[in-house]
């Protein structure tokens, strides 16, 4: 009995995910898998439950969003709209140094307050308790995640500005191996939120030795004055370890740091030439977006959030958070680049979308009050965009060779619990962004390289085995789409647009998008490390 055929996609211009020009040829779907890629003369002459005839249109590999934070959303809306559409089929989930897993202790306690906002009733400790939430409730994409260091740090010793000792090293060593063990694909660390930025070098040198055939994944401890000696450390620790590292959102933050770029790309380059593995992501735009609170000091962290708030409440530490914040940010620029994102309390759903510079003279206080004020109203709980970075320098990152692109969002969709706010465009807007913007109109590369970075590049970055790649025995996660219309239509002003050009996405061989618009299907898997 011959193979069942489910779809067979006609006459497609292919882009198979490896670099090179694009091939005529059909593409022909069983199950899950690429049955074969036949090109002419030859033709797939076979039946088919379904043929889409799709001359005129490209076919490329699922796209693969290397810098994900969709660990929670997925459990209130597993649609992924945003990814979906974009033709996002993969996401690298747990960066920054916050995962799913491990929460124990106070890892588990500093998340209430997230679980209880977005109603996520469901509980677990484990990476493995965990997946089988995820693929119980089932998903529209396929999610991987690096195991949080921030989550390791503190399940073990909390939120403490401290030095761990010899067995809490040991503990955290064990904690990580278990959750590569359950399936997370590397370590990532968030060395500007807590606890990681209480980490010293030896610390993450010391960990990343314990999973070294895996990845290094980091939100360096500064992108903007001290950028030069965070990419130092990065490539220290990936020669110390031994382990690949990757530099999550690539960049220069801050006018005053846009001239470091060549040293940044030097030293990378460097250590390529020396052996060490370097890679990096970045998003196709020039803000960023974070928590609000990441404009404080770092000391202000320490113990946790209630220790944050009640020093936010204490007047003569106030005082000293304002003047060290003042020091950081001394100019009206600064105020007039942040704008508030997401915000919980009703009565405050105006600001949204505003900077803090208009929201301060409107409520008449200085910016630096009313930031102060604002995360002791919300309970810390204010999402902010970062206006600071160059377009010249973001073409001269995502043309680098190594470098692959991260929406640093997380899954949302247009409508229902996740359709909150005004936050980053990126969300439903990087990848038709990249390939329709920075390709096609700007041509900084050919589409053949841009599909490449964020396909091929992307799964052999992170071990996604038999993804990538539009070849026979791989997993259907396709992409089909018009390399002339394909272009964001997200914005900040209205950040849940929906992007153009795609017309077919399908995940694991079930049609995830069809005829431009999402389905039903929850046809993504849990990608574990080493399967």
Not at 219 to 224: I, K, L, N, T
Not at 414 to 441: A, E, L, M, Q, W
Request: aromatic fraction near 8%.
């Amino acid at each position: 009995m011959g193979l069942e055929i489910d779809f067979f996609l006609k006459n497609a211009k292919v882009y198979d995910g490896e670099g090179g020009e694009p091939f005529e040829a059909d593409i022909v779907i069983a199950g899950d898998r690429i049955a074969s890629v036949p090109r002419p003369p030859a033709r797939y002459k076979g039946k088919a439950r379904t043929t889409i005839e799709i001359e005129g249109l490209a076919v490329a590999p699922g796209f693969i969003d290397t810098h994900s934070h969709s660990e929670f959303t997925l459990l209130v809306d597993n649609r992924a709209e945003g990814k979906v559409l974009q033709g996002v089929t993969t996401e690298i989930n747990g960066n920054c140094g916050l995962s799913a897993a491990p929460l124990l202790d106070d890892a588990l306690r500093q998340r209430e307050a997230d679980f209880e906002e977005m109603q996520i009733k469901e509980r677990w400790n484990t990476f493995g308790e965990y997946f089988n939430i995820l693929e119980a409730r089932g998903i529209a994409i396929n999610f991987a995640s690096l195991v949080g260091h921030g989550n390791v740090r503190a399940s073990v010793i909390g939120y403490d500005d401290r030095r761990p000792n010899k067995s809490e090293m040991e503990r955290m060593c064990a904690l990580l191996k278990e959750a590569v063990h359950e399936g997370a694909i590397g370590i990532s660390t968030g060395l500007i939120y807590p606890p990681g930025v209480y980490s010293e070098t030896e610390e993450l040198i010391t960990l990343s030795k314990s999973v070294r055939d895996c990845i290094y994944a980091t939100h360096m401890r500064s992108e903007g004055d001290e950028l030069i000696e965070s990419i130092e450390e990065t490539l220290k620790i990936g020669k110390e370890a031994g382990i690949a590292v990757h530099v999550s959102h690539l960049k220069t933050g801050g006018r005053e740091n846009w001239c470091k770029i060549d040293h940044v790309i030097s030293d990378i380059e460097k250590a390529r030439k020396n052996g060490i593995t370097v890679t990096a992501d970045r998003y196709p735009y020039t803000a960023a977006s974070t928590d609000l609170d990441a404009v404080l000091p770092s000391w202000t962290y320490a113990g946790g959030a209630q220790e944050e708030l009640r020093r936010l409440s204490d007047q003569q530490v106030r005082a000293q958070i304002r003047r060290e914040v003042l020091a950081q940010h001394p100019g009206r620029e600064y105020w007039d680049s942040v704008t508030l994102s997401s915000l919980n309390g009703e009565s405050r759903k105006w600001m949204e979308g505003e900077t803090l510079s208009f929201i301060a003279n409107a409520v008449g206080k200085e910016p630096v009050d009313f930031l102060l004020d604002i995360l002791l109203e919300e309970r810390l709980r204010v999402g902010a965009i970062f206006h600071s970075m160059n377009e010249d320098n973001l073409k001269r990152f995502l043309s680098l060779p190594y470098t692959m692109i991260g929406s640093d969002s997380s899954a949302r969709s247009s409508d229902g619990p996740t359709c909150k706010g005004k936050p980053h465009p990126r969300g439903f807007g990087s990848f038709p962004r990249f390939i329709g913007r920075y390709s096609r109109d700007l041509k900084q590369m050919s589409i053949s390289k841009a599909i490449h970075k964020i396909t091929m590049l992307s799964a052999e970055t992170f071990g996604l085995k038999k993804r990538g790649r539009i070849k026979t025995g791989y997993l259907a996660d396709l992409v089909v789409f018009d390399e002339e219309k394909i272009i964001d239509r997200s914005s900040f002003e209205d950040p849940f647009s929906k992007p153009e050009g795609i017309y077919f996405v399908f995940v694991n061989g079930s049609p995830a998008v069809w005829e431009g618009s999402q389905t039903v299907t929850m046809g993504g898997r849990v990608l574990r490390h080493g399967k």
